[in-house]
């Protein structure tokens, strides 16, 4: 694998403490390193004068050659951080956009995100949100520096110098010097404390469209995905798994599977037992032809009805308290126009379009890893405990990922791959079968919602209450707080923008012991369809035009007002919608951008049409629009997917759907036209990935409502419409 962001070109992780500042040495190839701890960019005075030490930080290496190297340790699944990331540094730096390049980072706490604690991983729209201002600062601390190393060369003052596309001008005479004739005289500079950031009325790169990095690889072919890995000597696993969740093998019968041409080895591991062949397609054949018996655990009899009645009785009990304003309970008693309605939404997997896989080689002095994953931390974690090493023996590869939406922050397919390598002698690469991925995934958690409300005799909101019932993921990855509320699950229900007098979010967590896991937008995907559907049954029940009703109650959300006055004008809300259609209105806040969407649909033999999407969308300043307005399609569609037809059911303690022929995707005839509007912004920035995707089922259950007279309480909308 060549070139500098093949995961060949990676270097050994190691373990540090993440307290700990960091100190990087001037490397031997003559290139200028900067880089900064976790809590942003900073020199330690002491190191800082020492004339073989240079200590700012990692992010970035200007080369001799001008080529400017930066790390990523956000990782590339389609959303962009290879282009965003780096833009963040070259405007600080006036890089050359030209001499940019990037490189994965290893497994290693110095690379870590900031909103995570130091932990590496690509998730919860938290790439610009985290890094933002640890690269721009990166970026500028390298500026400052060649701009001082040039003018100690030209003996002038550095008041007189500037920059301008990877040069150092000097502004009196014209004269300039390149980024690269200055490493060898920055490396030797102390590195400043503080430096002063672009305005963004300065900027010349952030907030426009540039070509992204990651396309000309994957053009070309020449992009190495997990499933392009190739090692001397390589083996393919299939992993069989119970089917029946927490179910274990209590024998198995390896003969006929090790009777298939091309078979080498069936080996239990932890997750169950795998057939190690030539090829995929030997591993397969071994794996029809392997006989095990299961010890199928409490669940063998678990179904989705059982999970969902569950629900409904634990739903019947007051909940922790999210929040509380004035007095919910009293003002639902009071109102002669208070309702009460009960959302259900179910388990859905992630589907990414590359399937799960991971290659491991577990020797005795160490252990490489090559992954396509979105957290280098739990692979880097997972890895060390499968294989019995210690950290700095065990190297994390980076590769591009095909698809991710959560489902690869998780660890146990590379414990899989290292297990099965270390079983064998062998490398070994564990690839998923599509049916593998669909029927064990960490799913994302099915929820029972009560809500209530209640309007006044002029139709104003008094009261509004939700009580959800879900899995709580800060349980799974840690602990719930002292307050017995999981955050995550009332998000978009619990930071709710409109003026209502008495607002009352309960939550119960309960886990029936199906695997759930982070899936794109986690609490929010419920919540955008739960909270915007129910506003818009308040509006109905008013009278009130529902655009007109949320406007009039977000007087104190500015910026909520502004998007929705936006997606209305561009929807061309305050006009009909053509013969047979209808429209729905949706707005929230997910992951620090604001959202809204118009859906409008037709609904024909109770087959639901989404014929087009408009997206207005702050998220605070632009850093690349084309990747907003991408993401804001590809969540949006994600979204709508799910609510048309997206459904994991239990029965029998297993998953029943098994591919995309009974867990479908939305075709490529099916797809609306999009429209996104960027709401212009001088906020931090926001989250991008997933905030389309948690509003999507909002807008369109309202559209399907407008168009029918049918609200629908249950996703997916499936053939309740019928």
Sequence with gaps: MKGPRKASTMSSAHASDRRTFLKVSLSAGGALMIGGYLDGLAANPQNAAAA?????????????????????????????????????????????????????????????????????????????????????????????????????????????????????????????????????????????????????????????????????????????????????????????????????????????????????????????????????????????????????????????????????????????????????????????????????????????????????????????????????????????????????????????????????????FVTEAVEASKAVGKPVKVVWSREDDMQHDFYRPISHVRMWGALDDSGGPVAFMQRIVQQSLLKRIGALPPSGVDFISVDGSVGLPYTIPNIRIEYIEHDPGIPFGFWRSVGASVQGYVVESFIDEMATAAGKDPYQFRRDLLSKAPRHRAVLDLVAEKSGWQTPPPQGRGRGIAVMEAFGSIVGQVAEVSVAKGVVRVHKIWCAVDTGWVIDPDTIKAQMEGGTVYGLTAALQGEITIRSGRVVQNHFGDYPMMRHSEMPEIEVYIVPSVEAPGGIGEPSTALAAGALLNAVAAVTGKRLYRLPIGNQLA
């Design 52 to 412: 073989d030490v240079f200590s700012p930080s990692v992010w970035l290496r200007i080369a001799p050659d001008n080529t400017v190297t930066v790390m990523l340790s956000q990782l590339e699944m389609g959303q962009g951080v290879m282009t965003s990331m780096p833009m963040l540094v070259a405007e600080e730096l006036d890089a050359d956009w030209a001499t940019i390049k990037t490189e994965w980072a290893p497994a290693d706490s110095k690379y870590g995100n900031p909103n995570f604690g130091g932990v590496q991983l690509t998730a919860g729209s938290n790439s610009v949100r985290g890094m933002w201002k640890l690269l721009r600062t990166a970026g500028g601390t390298a500026r400052a520096m060649l701009i001082t190393a040039a003018a100690s060369t030209w003996g002038v003052p550095e008041s007189t110098c500037s920059t301008e596309r990877g040069d150092v001008v000097h502004l009196p005479t014209g004269r300039r010097a390149r980024y690269g004739s200055l490493v060898d005289k920055a490396a030797t500079l102390p590195v400043p404390t503080n430096v002063t950031l672009k305005d963004p009325k300065d900027f010349r790169l952030l907030g426009r469209a540039v070509a992204r990095l990651d396309i000309p690889e994957k053009v070309s072919g020449t992009a190495v995905y997990g499933l392009d890995v190739k090692r001397p000597g390589l083996l393919v696993a299939r992993v069989v798994r119970c089917p029946v969740f927490g179910g274990k093998v209590e024998s198995f019968n390896a003969r006929k599977a090790t009777a298939v041409a091309g078979v080498r080895h069936v080996v239990q591991i932890s997750s169950g037992v795998a057939v190690v062949a030539d090829h995929y397609w030997a591993a397969t054949k071994g794996v029809q032809a392997l006989e095990v018996k299961w010890n199928e655990g409490p669940l063998a009899n678990l179904t989705s009805a059982d999970i969902s009645r569950r629900y409904a009785a634990l739903a019947e009990q007051p909940g922790k308290v999210a929040r509380s304003d004035g007095d919910a309970a009293a003002a639902l008693k009071a109102s002669p126009r208070a309702f009460e309605r009960v959302y259900e939404v179910p388990f859905l997997a992630h589907a990414t379009m590359e399937p799960m896989n991971c290659t491991a080689d577990a020797r005795a002095d160490g252990c490489d890893v090559w992954v396509p994953t979105q957290g280098q931390t739990a692979s880097h974690q997972a890895a060390i405990a499968a294989s019995g090493l210690p950290a700095d023996k065990v190297k994390i590869h980076t590769t591009y990922l095909g698809g991710g939406f959560g489902r690869r922050g998780e660890g146990d």
